[in-house]
């Protein structure tokens, strides 16, 4: 096996979220675009590909004593395919899987007004400046694309994996306690991602 580590962009539009959100004045809209971390391991035997990972995302904009939003998702997926260029130094390599994403959507609301000893002295104005946070839980599959140049000698590889995850059915959002809200906005997830990903063996120093 070896270890996988990339970084990269994705990109995800929840209309119906940002719709309603649109109602209520003192909410900034959420972002389209995240970055993201991954980590995982990858196994190539005989040109056939199999990985796992996981994968942290922030759209990295939210202030908290600003109105302003910030999308978070934590994903983890299993992806197989097949290395397409019979090469030494070169893979190309479609893939298909499954996986599962957890996403947080949080608003700020402006909060630079509010006095100290007003937050001290009365529980609620503690309530009313506390960000607001939906969830949202997918269970998704995966079509990818990964291209990688391997080195001349040993395991590590450099190259880009693209992808596209989609959920198999639009979610409600509910709230940060996890509650089913009734009337809550309902969003599909469509995610499209590239990532700059490196390999090497899982132990560290092995060649």
């Given at each position: 096996?070896?270890?996988?580590?990339?970084a990269?962009?994705?990109?995800?539009?929840f209309?119906?979220?940002?719709?309603?959100?649109a109602?209520?004045?003192q909410?900034?809209?959420?972002?389209?675009?995240?970055?993201?971390?991954?980590?995982?391991?990858?196994?190539?035997?005989?040109?056939?590909?199999?990985?796992?990972?996981?994968?942290?995302?922030?759209?990295?904009t939210?202030h908290?004593?600003?109105k302003?939003?910030?999308?978070?998702?934590?994903?983890?997926?299993?992806?197989?395919?097949?290395?397409?260029?019979?090469a030494d130094?070169?893979?190309?390599y479609?893939?298909?899987g499954?996986?599962?994403?957890?996403?947080?959507?949080?608003?700020y609301?402006?909060?630079?007004?509010?006095?100290?000893?007003?937050?001290?002295?009365s529980?609620?104005?503690?309530?009313?400046?506390?960000?607001?946070?939906?969830?949202?839980?997918?269970?998704?599959?995966?079509?990818?694309?990964?291209?990688?140049f391997?080195e001349?000698?040993g395991?590590?590889?450099?190259?880009?994996?693209?992808?596209?995850?989609?959920?198999?059915?639009?979610?409600s959002?509910?709230s940060?306690?996890?509650?089913?809200?009734?009337?809550?906005?309902?969003?599909?997830?469509?995610?499209f991602?590239?990532?700059?990903?490196?390999?090497?063996?899982m132990?560290?120093g092995?060649?």
């Open positions: 096996p070896l270890m996988t580590r990339g990269g962009v994705s990109f995800q539009q209309k119906g979220l940002n719709n309603r959100i109602g209520f004045p909410y900034a809209a959420l972002h389209n675009q995240m970055w993201t971390l991954s980590l995982g391991s990858m196994h190539v035997i005989k040109n056939f590909v199999s990985q796992l990972s996981v994968t942290a995302g922030s759209s990295l939210g908290p004593d600003e302003s939003s910030t999308m978070r998702f934590l994903s983890g997926g299993f992806d197989m395919g097949y290395d397409v260029i019979p130094r070169v893979m190309l479609p893939l298909v499954i996986g599962a994403e957890n996403y947080h959507a949080i608003f609301k402006d909060v630079n007004a509010v006095t100290f000893n007003d937050v001290a002295n529980p609620a104005v503690q309530n009313n400046i506390r960000s607001v946070k939906f969830i949202n839980t997918f269970f998704t599959y995966r079509l990818g694309l990964g291209m990688a391997k001349p000698k395991n590590h590889t450099i190259g880009l994996q693209a992808g596209y995850t989609a959920g198999f059915k639009d979610k959002w509910k940060r306690e996890n509650q089913t809200l009734a009337g809550a906005p309902t969003d599909g997830l469509k995610r991602a590239v990532s700059l990903v490196l390999t090497g063996d132990m560290m092995k060649k």
